[in-house]
């Protein structure tokens, strides 16, 4: 189960998370990292330990130590880069959202099967703790019929010098793409299929010209109603105020937060006739980021499919389209 991975934009969010992550998964190791500037992309190298460092993906990508690569540069790279790294014969994970539109998607999941390889999306939150928690809890009937969910991930962030997310050539969107996509994935890992969508879409708070206010209206193919709501626009103190999810069923209700847990902590409730349930974590759990790697390193070498396959991206983008 050993794998070699190679960072395609080694930024702050692989630094952040999938460093420390590639370190803690069993057998695995990280070998390379490509940034555009040499100079940076071997001082990150040097610091975390990591033997070969590339300014260009075309040499990460001929490096033969490197099985597999996690591409965590801005969206607008994710397809050409993800094609790329197929027609070089590595596996690839790609970061949120999986790429611009549906249609670049569905060229990065045609050209990693064309060539042989895993395509997994780093929908991270399918494995923090309490989510899997949950999925259990509905799978039991734990509250019946599910009805009706909420999920909110918000936060204020105005267009800021020196961030491309503002700009939707380079971002594809605002709040939607950033932060809504989590919530759209993680309905539908919970809960199923999205089938129909209405929405509000505004920019309000700033001047940009991408979205900071979002409203979905959703109906599942169980017929249960959905609402996410997203936003840059809001300011938020509490992480509980600013993400969480609400699931309410015929005999109760499931609420949690925060979403975007980097170790599984926060708030879990099960709320029934028979009282609450406390299936909370505390900080220092279970590394969502570590669970991914693992479960893609099983499928790789079982050969099996990849656990969040493009599929999963692709249909998420499809549901921000339509909103």
Known sequence: M??????????KIAERQMVTAIGQASGQRLVAVMKRELAQARKFADGHGVPNAYDDS??????????????????????????????AGKHVLCEKPLALDSPQAQQMIDACRANGVQLMV??????????????ELLA??????VIAVRLNFSDYFPPTPGFWHHN??????????????HCVDLLRYLCGEVTEVMAMIDTLAADSPVEDTATLLLRLDNGAQAVITSH????????????????F????????????????????????GAGVQDFSVAPGGLRPHVALLEDFARSIAAGAPAPIPG????????????A
């Open 140 to 145: 039991q009937g734990a509250i019946g019929q």
């Open 232 to 247: 840059w626009s809001t300011a938020s103190f509490e992480p509980q105020q600013a993400n969480g999810l609400e699931i």
């Open 122 to 135: 780093c929908y991270y939150q399918r494995y923090n703790s309490r989510h899997q928690q949950i999925r």
């Open 58 to 87: 075309g040499a990460l990508l001929a490096d033969p130590e490197v099985q597999a690569v996690y591409v965590a540069t801005p969206p607008h790279l994710h397809a050409a880069q993800t094609v790329q790294a197929a027609q």
């Open 168 to 181: 939707p050539a380079i971002s594809g969107g605002g709040a939607l793409m950033d932060l809504g996509i």
């Open 2 to 11: 050993s794998l070699q991975w190679g960072i395609i934009g080694a930024g």
């Open 311 to 322: 599929e999963e991206g692709l249909a998420g983008l499809q549901v921000i389209e339509a």
């Open 249 to 272: 069923g015929t005999l109760g209700t499931i609420q949690a937060a925060p979403i975007q847990a980097k170790d599984s902590s926060g708030s879990l409730r099960l709320i029934t």
